[in-house]
Structures are given as C-alpha cells and as structure tokens.
C-alpha cells in the first residue's frame, strides 16, 4: 500500500467525503480515513437543505439520493407544547431544484463514500486516525492511524484535512479538548419510526424546556426524530421518570412525548425502529483557523447548533470552499518546499471565506436555539408567530437555507470544480 499522498483525510462524514471527491478530480492522490465501519446510523435529523443539492449532484451522488430521499421539504413548523405554527419554506433561490429532502445519514454518508473511492480516493475503513505529527521544516505531517485488525499505519502527505467532526476526541497534536461534563451540555439523540402520522413534506421543529428537536419523514418512509436535551434536564427526567433505570433515549422520548403534544400524537400508533442512538456533547462554535497548518472542515471548522439544520450544508460547503483554494496547488506542494507558507495563505483565504459565508448562520441558530430552550423567552415570540406564520419561512431563509456558500457555473453540472495555484 502506498504511504504518501497529496492529501490526507480524516473522517468520511459528508464534508471529508466530499472533500476527498472533489480533490481526487482536481487529480491528487487521497488517503481518506474513516474509524466507523459504514453503513452506520448516525444521530442526525437527516434534513438536506435544497441549496445543497446541486453540490450533491456535481458530486455524483443526485441520481441515487433522489431514489433514496423522503418527499420534498415543503413546509416547516414549530410546534411548542401543545401548539403548531405552520408556514411555508422559501424555495431555493436557484430555483433548482427548490426543495430540500431528508435522507438517512447511511444511506448519504455510504454514497459519498463510494463514490470517493470511484473517483480514484484510496478508502482506508475501518482504521482510526490517533495522530498527526508535523513535519520538520513545514515539509508535510506524518498521520499514525491503526486499523480494524490492530495494524499501525504511517502515512505522509503535505496536506491534511480534518473532517472528524467534533463528537468524539480529534487525533492527538497537542492541543486536548477539554472533557469537562457541564450541567447546560447538549446532548444529542436519535430514533427511527415507522407509522408515525407525520404529514409527509413538513418539518417539525420542537422547542422544549431544556432541549429543542426536530422531525420529518426520511428514507422508505420511516420518521427521523433527533433533537438536543440540556444535561442537566436529562438527568432530571432520569432521576424524576416512572422508570429512573430507563436508558437515556427513553427517557428522552418519555421527554418528548410528555412536552409535546404533536410529537405524542405523530407517535401514537408508531414502531421504532432500532435503539434511541446518543452523541455529543455538541460543540457549537468556530475552530476553523487552525495553528498547526492543518485545514478544517465540516463539525470540526464549526458546529452550527441543529435546530437550523444546516450542519450537513456547512459540511458540504467547507469543503467544497477548501477544495476550490486547494484545486491546482498540488504541483506546486509536491515541488515546493515552501509548504508552509502556501498552506498559511491558503488557511486564510479559506478562514475568511468559511467566517464570511457562515458566521451570520452560527449566530442565528444560537440565538434560535437559546430562544427555543427557554419557555420563558418563547412564550411571548408565539402571539406574533400565530398572526405572521411567515416569519417562521423568513427565519429558514435567513439560516442560509436557500443559497449555497459557493455558486456553481451551470458548465460545473455534472463536472469538476477549477482552481487555480495561490
Ligand atoms: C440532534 C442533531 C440533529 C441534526 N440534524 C441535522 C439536520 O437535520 N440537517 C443537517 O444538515 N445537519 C444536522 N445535524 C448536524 C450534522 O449531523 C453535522 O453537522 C454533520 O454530520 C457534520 O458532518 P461532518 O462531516 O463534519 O462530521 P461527521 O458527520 O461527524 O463525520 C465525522 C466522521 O469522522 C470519523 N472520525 C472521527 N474521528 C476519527 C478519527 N480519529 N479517525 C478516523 N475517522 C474519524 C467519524 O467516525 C465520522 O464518520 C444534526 C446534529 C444533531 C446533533
């Protein structure tokens, strides 16, 4: 097996697949990394943002997540106790193709896979990334991974992207996350349902004391219901719930079904389907400028906090931004040994152009989120809700859901991104 890239990846989530895609095209060589045997479930709502899908389309993968998907996303709701406000979703400002879809994190994490692998990406599954070394004289990193079956791998590349996402501790290089367990920590979960009454195109958006959520009808028709539930509230419906042994999703469920009267009902003659998945904490916030040289994309540049459901879109876009930087400079990081300086003036196009695109996003699902956790505050936003529902659409429009970070030339559909050296 060969041992040096281009570049390396680690994590196939959407944004190191799409990653990995996208510079394979452009013609370098890529070790993409994943830990988690695929298909795997995922917690995740599922929602795809229709300004996602041309991307998926250039991608490779339209045909197949069409099939695939739930119904269009044509409406959206909040529901909050035991009340719904409905209102339209704005369509997607390219007009093509308008509405966003859900599709189950297996079946869209396994098509970008696959297809990394089809366009030339070497797939390394399951092996786990442990460490990322930088080189001396900013020549490259050398990345430690082990795989499956307890081999040790080393591999070289001058350019390394983490896409690991931020649930699970990133490889060792010196800087730890810190592992503290805090009270107001959000904690997310995920189950499946089949039955459930849901009225197919709309988009639930729960609000609840400590924890918001959403759901919407997936893949073969089956339900997603995910949401974030504060620690702390967590442990208050464990410690106070007819059953206190309860495992943490039912809980959670006993949760939901007790706050919100929709989701009891949506859920009265429903089957779940598999276990209540966990993950997290979630870790709202920008890391994308990196000290180490490395690039950032996806969850670990910048978690948005889910109840806008643009995680996948950010995912997507960050790498797509990344790659436009990178397309082009392969030769010049072969040749050059100046890697280094490239790699900081590549970080800095790439930062400003992720804070530009996604900053005014992040601050808005805080403040969604935030708003929605606290009845206190939400209460007196439902009387302007009930007479203008709109609001509801325009607060879709204004989270970034109608217009990707990065404009595709019409000639990009099916095709490849360019780019030119820095
Ligand atoms: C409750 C909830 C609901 C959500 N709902 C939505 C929604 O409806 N729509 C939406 O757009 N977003 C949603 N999101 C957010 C979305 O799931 C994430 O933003 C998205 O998965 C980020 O993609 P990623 O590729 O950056 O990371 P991930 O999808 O987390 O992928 C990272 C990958 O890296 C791998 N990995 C990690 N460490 C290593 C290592 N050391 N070595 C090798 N591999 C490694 C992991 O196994 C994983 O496969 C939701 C999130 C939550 C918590």
Redesign the pocket.
Known sequence: METSYDAIV???????SSAAILLARAGWSVAL????PFP?R????????ASNLPLLETLGIGPALRQRAGPELRRVALWCGEESITAALPASADGYPPWGL?LG?EHL?LLLLEQARATGATVLQP????AIHGETHGAGYAVA?ATGGGARLLLRAPVVIR??????P??VDGTALSRERRPADLL???ATFRNAALECGLLPVLALPGGY??M?VASDGLATL???IRRDRLAACRRDGARPAARAGEAVEALLRRECGLVREALAGAARVGPWLA??P?RPGVRVASRDGTFL????AG??H?II???????LQSAWLLCEELAGSADAFRRDERGEIWRRQIQQRYASRWRSHFSRRMRLAACFAHTAMRPGVAAPLLPLLRVVPALLGIAARASGKTRAAVTLPAAALPGVIQGSPP
Do not use: L
Request: hydrophobic share 40%; glycine share 20%.
């Open positions: 680690v994590g196939a989530g959407p944004a190191g990394i994943e830990a988690s795997r995922k917690v995740c709502g599922e929602c795809i943002a859900a994190r994490d092996c786990t990334v442990a991974a896409a690991h996402g931020s649930w699970q990133p490889p997310g979960f995920k959520g959403g919407v995910a949401c974030c993950a997290g979630i994309v996806g969850n670990a978690e948005v889910p459901g643009e995680g996948i879109s950010m995912a």
